[in-house]
């Protein structure tokens, strides 16, 4: 679990949907309260287990071997955009075929997959959490994979204007410098915030 900020996305049984949940006591026995409500329930969180999978990488006539991350219990399917790493290189790609034992799947769990076959796409989902005062709103957007976005600098994603506080890279490390840019196949998440 990525704990930026203490916040984690769960479904709150108040508000009936998906929401940010601030982490007010640490797992496994965690204590969480909704950002949209306030609604506060305890939970047992139990780190989730990341999957680093084979992924054939198809660009034209040409294929290279990379990978993909998931969690466990993330649903991959055909049509899915991702980020795979090919070396030090970050591309956006569509998921074209799923591998399982030798068969050819539509759909499955990360942990069941064997080998992901995608192509290279220009376009990558983008995924932004906004702060307004003590709110979060958690953000998604398909842009181009050479999209620009700027510490500091006023953006636009999911159709909510905001500024940009700090970009999360996919390599882990985050830059908060003003005027600090990244591409948005190389970011895993975009904090902001709407004054």
Not at 140 to 169: A, S
Request: charged share 30%; proline share 4%; with cysteine.
């Amino acid at each position: 679990m990525d704990n930026d900020n203490d916040l984690i996305i769960l479904d709150c049984p108040v508000c009936g949907e998906e929401t940010d949940f601030e982490i007010l006591k640490e797992p496994p026995e965690a204590v969480v309260r909704c950002t949209e409500c306030g609604h506060t329930m305890r939970i047992t969180l139990k780190e989730p287990k990341i999957y680093t999978i084979k992924t054939i990488v198809s660009y034209a006539t040409e294929s290279h071997t990379g990978t993909i991350e998931l969690m466990e219990g993330d649903i991959c399917a055909v049509g899915d955009l991702l980020v795979a790493e090919v070396g030090d290189e970050s591309y956006g790609v569509e998921v074209m075929s799923i591998e399982q034992n030798d068969a050819r799947r539509t759909k499955l769990p990360a942990e069941k997959i064997d080998v992901l076959w995608t192509r290279l796409v220009d376009k990558v989902i983008i995924r932004a959490s906004l702060n307004k005062g003590a709110l979060t709103i958690p953000l998604y957007e398909q842009v181009p994979g050479d999209k620009v976005y700027t510490v500091d600098h006023i953006t636009t994603i999911g159709g909510k204007q905001f500024r940009v506080t700090r970009i999360k890279l996919r390599k882990g490390n985050v830059i908060e410098r003003k005027d600090k840019s990244a591409q948005a196949r190389e970011i895993k998440r975009i904090y902001g915030e709407r004054s």
